[in-house]
């Protein structure tokens, strides 16, 4: 009996073994994709769930809502105006007469084409929403493995995936807000960058540009990436034709970026509508001013050192340190294994945030565009060190969801 017994457990080592080699062989890559995927969405689904059910009274749901209403909270909502009533032709204004929060926040790509999926099916929008989102999700993480490869092994790509799928926002993956269909655009967008398709890059840049912010960060990756490749002509050849394409490109991705004001202003009869419609969020921080490139990061050390009652001056030095380290890391090794143009992306998109963002608890979202840093993450190949990153990213997920995404009273924690 005792035979048999390990002759069975032997039996079934042995078939897992052998399931686990075919889904990982790198001719099935999509297979082990879906199923890192697939397994990422079973864990954030649950702890979703969990504080679904003990989800209290908030401005969007009653107590312990169901999934699909839990996952349209927050700009969730703003969404769903969007998608049913479209933009306002007149800027709210507060009693003091500044523009407050409205909808020309939020670009369209996302909501417009919620709306066209919720018209072909009868869904509602938050299941509509959830379902665009967990297909584009999906499409991210095929993608994001296509552009790994090309710069790092089978398995590393893989466990690059893994991190993306498990990591600490990654709830935000399957709720109805822009960030997945944005992330898809943004991989394909590097994807052809690295594999020098500009004109490729036209249509995906159109429509990335109006579903998050970031056609002047890309804009700026492409300049830097024509730079470079002008800079190395003698080593790699630049020909004409691909000038021709590349400076296209970033001229277009240029103009993408102001895309979205010039239709806030033609709509509302306002230049600074979209600009206006932004510093609104950021008011109750610091009160209604300008628009002013890289200064957010230092009145939000102001604000943020009152709040924790620390040395203004310290914040700042925190915040600087902060800054050169994360740039001096680009410059490391295992920064560099990303290749140049991932490296030129994530530069670039740093330098985006800087120069227009209000540091606070959406920050956190906002820094999502730099996951091909998963790749410099997944180079130690220990297996104690990725299990213990993976357990490490499942416990950032716990902590994010209860921190920015459950409702606890009045919440001053936006996701």
Not at 109 to 119: E, G, I, K, N
Not at 178 to 205: C, D, G, H, N
Not at 341 to 368: E, G, H
């Amino acid at each position: 009996m005792a035979d048999g017994s390990l002759a069975s457990t032997g039996s079934l080592a042995s078939a897992v073994r052998r399931a686990t080699t075919a889904i990982l062989a790198p001719e099935r890559w999509w297979v082990a994709v879906i199923a890192i995927f697939a397994a990422s969405r079973v864990v954030t689904t649950s702890l979703l769930l969990w504080f679904a059910s003990i989800q209290g009274q908030n401005p969007w749901t009653g107590p312990a809502p169901d999934y699909f209403s839990f996952a349209k909270i927050w700009d969730g909502h703003w969404y769903y105006i969007i998608a049913l009533a479209g933009y306002p032709t007149e800027l709210p204004l507060t009693d003091d007469g500044h523009v407050g929060e409205n909808a020309w926040a939020f670009m369209p790509a996302y909501p417009f084409l919620v709306r066209f999926v919720m018209t072909l099916t009868t869904l509602d929008f938050a299941v509509a929403g959830v379902m665009v989102s967990v297909a584009f999700s999906l499409g991210a993480a095929l993608l994001f493995y296509r552009v790994m490869h090309l710069v790092l092994p089978a398995r590393t790509a893989l466990f690059s995936v893994a991190i993306f799928c498990f990591a600490p926002l990654s709830a935000i993956l399957q709720v109805a807000y822009a960030e997945s269909m944005y992330l898809f655009l943004l991989t394909l967008a590097l994807y052809w960058l690295m594999k020098r398709q500009y004109w490729m890059l036209f249509p995906v840049i159109a429509i990335m540009s109006l579903t998050r912010p970031s056609g002047l960060a890309f804009a700026l990756a492409l300049g830097l990436h024509v730079v470079y490749r002008w800079w190395i002509r003698r080593s790699e050849e630049f020909p004409p034709r691909e000038r021709v394409a590349a400076v296209s490109a970033t001229v277009f991705s240029l103009i993408m970026g102001f895309a979205w004001l010039l239709i806030a202003a033609a709509v509302t009869g306002s230049l600074s509508a979209y600009t206006d419609t932004e510093l609104a969020w950021r008011a109750s921080y610091v009160g209604y001013g300008e628009l002013v490139p890289f200064a957010a990061w230092f009145q939000g050390a102001e604000f943020w050192a009152q709040w924790w009652r620390m040395p203004q001056w310290l914040l700042v030095v925190m915040v600087v340190a902060g800054i050169l380290a994360f740039f001096v890391f680009l410059l490391t090794k295992p920064a560099r294994r990303l290749g140049v143009d991932l490296r030129l992306w994530v530069a670039s998109y740093a330098l985006y945030l800087l120069a227009v963002f209000f540091p606070q608890s959406s920050t956190f979202r906002l820094l999502m565009p730099l996951f091909p840093l998963a790749g410099a993450l997944a180079l130690p190949q220990s297996r104690v060190y990725r299990g213990l990153l993976l357990a490490a990213c499942i416990a950032g997920q716990w902590a994010w969801i209860h921190v920015a995404w459950w409702v606890d009273g009045y919440d001053w924690t936006p996701p």
